[in-house]
Structures are given as structure tokens and as C-alpha cells.
């Protein structure tokens, strides 16, 4: 099965999706919100 | 006897004098809180015709500040967040009694009826059969990378649009059925998973688009395949197509733009206040339609435009991937080999795709010539 392709196609197709997941969660945790958050009270500058 | 008559007499005059006292007039206490009433005139020019007590807001009552409030009234801030200027958000009400009504209600019963129809289809037509029975003979349809790009789009979308469902329709059956606290842990670990496996989804359309646009151009034979609708409603009827039939190019444009717009309002909702693209499309619009859609969209009401747009379109493309994934498992013989194993059966493809065959076999003997032998399919 592996030899034919349908695995290797399958778990390539969800290994690059689980990758690719992994790294927005990452990269979502990195970013800076303060931004996009103004509404946020520690953002507050009066 | 007579004094004390007399006075008894003079203690209840006395008496009577000071119970009577404050009924007779206005006293100087009393005098001094009328002063504050404000004046005839003033009680003619309020809103809302009458001073209230104490008057403290003047002569407008806490009833007309509040429904002010709920109206939607905006002030002035001078703090970043602008929107804070707006207590009361008015068009919210509109977008939940939508989201949690109409939306919903309607979604769902989309959903089951493209089910239905396709459970009907099924049990009237049965599954479509190789006619003329497999040939033992294969022919290479997709390759190795444009079957990974179909699974990572396949695999990101079944878990966005499980956790997507969730976040929709969970809330109503899920907590009887697992438990409140199960509901809460997997609706919030399913949250996080939507907004990351996103970006993935967000990488299996471009992938297959860039794998399979030049394939999904409409062509002439697109009509003819149209029109016969596409054979798989009478027994024997195999209309002429390419490597991609005509309703594969609709659900390939369907996935591509759909997974686009999708992609765009959830941008726009995992980064929140952040765009304005509804403001930016509505323009667009009423430039193109001589519509009147609102350009002024507050940040508010832009995120909530864009959850209901994603919930729609999502709706719509869930009810696409479904006909889809029974047609290429349940109802169609052979067709799963293509995302299967990429080699499907060559009687199967000249059934369902005889141009592409004729393709395929002009190259093969080219290539055969060129090399100076024979080149069959693989087997």
C-alpha cells in the first residue's frame, strides 16, 4: 500500500496539514495583539 | 372640676394649633424645596414633560438617557479604542437574533436536505457501476503531490468544518449528550484547532489551485456533459469529458472561491477589527450594481457581517464536500482509486473521461515512438 502511493499521498497530505497547524499556533502565540486588542484595558492609554 | 376643664380645653386648642400648623401653608422648608421645580416654561420644552426628582438630570428623565444608550447613541472617547465611545452596540441584537434564528435553523435543514436528497438519489439509482467491468488495467490519474494536496485540503476541512458545526449547533444537543464540562473542553480545544488548522485549509487552496487550475477552464464539451447531466442519472450514458468533467470544474471553482472567501472572513475573525472588507466590498459593490449597501460600517458591525458570511458560506461549502465525498466513495464504482491509489481502472476512465483517455494514450504513443517500443498503462 505504501509502495502504491495511497499512504504515502494520505499521511503526506496530513502531515503538512498538522505542520502547517502546529506552526500558525505557534506563530499565533508570538504575535504581538496590542494591536488589534486596543479594547483591552492594558492597552488603554489615557 | 372647672379648672381642670379649662384646661384640658386650652391643651387640646394647643394641640389642634400644632396638627394643623403644616396643613395651613407652605412653610419656609417647603418653600425652599419648590424653589428647585423648575419653572412652567422649562416643563413645556422637556422631552419628556415633567422635572424629575431631585433634578439631577435637569429636566431629562434616566429613562430617555437610557433608551438613548440602547439605541445606540455614540459619544466621544479619548482613550485608543474608539469604539469604547458606544456602550450599547444596537445592530448586535440584529446580528445574534440572525445567527442564532434564521442562520441556524436554516443551515441545518440545508444540511439534511442535501443528505436526504442524496440518500434518495442513492436508493433510486444505486451506485454507478463500471458498465463494462474493470479492465485490469490502470491508468495514472493524479500523482503523488496532487494527491497530498487533495488530502491536506480534505483533512483540514472535515476538522474545520466539525469544529466549525460545533461552535454553530453544538450548544444544543452536545451538553445532554456528553456533559456540560466535555462540551466546554472540546469546544474550546475545537476553537483553537479552527483557528490554526486554518492557515493549513488556507494552503491546500492554493495548492490544488495551483495543481489543477489549467485542467478546470471551462471547455465546449463542459456543455454537452451539462446537458446529459453527466450520465449518472440513466444507465449506459457516458458524455464525453476531459481530465476534469464538468461538475468536477464546479466543485473545484466552488472549493477554490468558496475556500477563499472563506479564508478572507476568517482572516478577518482571528484577527479581529483589524480589516474592513465588507466596507471595502460594498463599495465595490455599489460602484458595479448601483446599489446602496452601507460603506460606513462601524469596526463592530464588520465583524459581525464577516461571521455571518462565514457561517454562510461554510454552510454552503460543507453541503458541496458532502455530494462530493459520496459520489467519489458511495456512489460511483472505482472512483475512490483516483485519490486512492492515483491508478484507476481504465474502462472506469474511459467511461467518465474518455477525452482524457484519448489524451493520454496520443501522449503514451508519442512517447513510445520517440523511444522506439510500445508503452502500455500500468497494470
Redesign the interface.
Known amino acids: 500500500m505504501w509502495e502504491n502511493g495511497p499512504m504515502k499521498a494520505f499521511l503526506g497530505g496530513v502531515i503538512v496539514m498538522l505542520a502547517v497547524s502546529i506552526g500558525a499556533f505557534y506563530a499565533l502565540q508570538g504575535l504581538d495583539w496590542s494591536s488589534a486588542n486596543v479594547y483591552r484595558s492594558e492597552n488603554v492609554r489615557l | 372640676m372647672g379648672d381642670r376643664d379649662a384646661r384640658r380645653r386650652a391643651f387640646a386648642a394647643v394641640l389642634s394649633l400644632l396638627l394643623l400648623l403644616p396643613l395651613a401653608g407652605p412653610g419656609p422648608f417647603a418653600a425652599a424645596a419648590l424653589a428647585q421645580v423648575p419653572p412652567p416654561e422649562a416643563l413645556k420644552e422637556s422631552p419628556v414633560g415633567g422635572a424629575v426628582p431631585g433634578g439631577v438630570l435637569g429636566t431629562t428623565s434616566d429613562a430617555e438617557l437610557w433608551r438613548s444608550l440602547r439605541r445606540g447613541i455614540t459619544g466621544t472617547v479619548?482613550?485608543?479604542?474608539k469604539?469604547?465611545a458606544q456602550l450599547i452596540q444596537s445592530e448586535g441584537d440584529n446580528w445574534r437574533a440572525l445567527r442564532n434564528g434564521p442562520l441556524s435553523v436554516y443551515g441545518v435543514r440545508f444540511l439534511a436536505g442535501v443528505i436526504v436528497l442524496l440518500a434518495v438519489f442513492f436508493l433510486i439509482r444505486g451506485r454507478v457501476r463500471i458498465e463494462h467491468g474493470r479492465a485490469g488495467v490502470t491508468i495514472t490519474r493524479f500523482n503523488?503531490v496532487e494527491?497530498?494536496?487533495?488530502?491536506?485540503?480534505?483533512?483540514?476541512f472535515i476538522?474545520l468544518a466539525l469544529t466549525g458545526l460545533n461552535l454553530l449547533y453544538g450548544r444544543y444537543f452536545l451538553p445532554d449528550l456528553i456533559g456540560a464540562e466535555a462540551f466546554a473542553l472540546i469546544t474550546r480545544y475545537g476553537k483553537?484547532?479552527h483557528?490554526?488548522?486554518?492557515?493549513?485549509f488556507m494552503?491546500?487552496i492554493a495548492w490544488v489551485f495551483v495543481a489543477w487550475v489549467r485542467h478546470n477552464l471551462p471547455s465546449r464539451a463542459d456543455i454537452g456533459w451539462l446537458l446529459r447531466g453527466g450520465g449518472i442519472f440513466v444507465r449506459g450514458v457516458h458524455p464525453p469529458a476531459a481530465r476534469f468533467n464538468a461538475g468536477q470544474k464546479i466543485v473545484f471553482w466552488l472549493v477554490v472561491l468558496g475556500g477563499l472567501s472563506l479564508s478572507l472572513s476568517g482572516w478577518a475573525l482571528?484577527?479581529?477589527?483589524?480589516t474592513h472588507m465588507f466596507s471595502g466590498t460594498f463599495a465595490a459593490v455599489n460602484a458595479v450594481l448601483g446599489t446602496d449597501l452601507p460603506t460606513a460600517l462601524t469596526p463592530v458591525q464588520e465583524q459581525q457581517l464577516s461571521q455571518l458570511w462565514h457561517a454562510i458560506v461554510a454552510l454552503g461549502l460543507t453541503a458541496v464536500v458532502i455530494a462530493h465525498i459520496y459520489i467519489g466513495t458511495l456512489g460511483m464504482e472505482g472512483a475512490f482509486d483516483a485519490?486512492?491509489?492515483?491508478?484507476v481502472d481504465l474502462n472506469w476512465a474511459r467511461e467518465h473521461h474518455s477525452l482524457w483517455v484519448k489524451q493520454e494514450e496520443e501522449r503514451m504513443a508519442r512517447k513510445a515512438e520517440r523511444s522506439g517500443g510500445r508503452v502500455f498503462p500500468a497494470e
Open positions: 479619548t482613550i485608543p479604542d469604539k469604547a503523488t494527491r497530498m494536496g487533495h488530502w491536506l485540503i480534505a483533512s483540514s476538522i483553537l484547532a483557528n490554526t488548522v486554518a492557515f493549513a494552503l491546500g482571528i484577527f479581529p477589527f483589524t485519490m486512492g491509489s492515483g491508478e
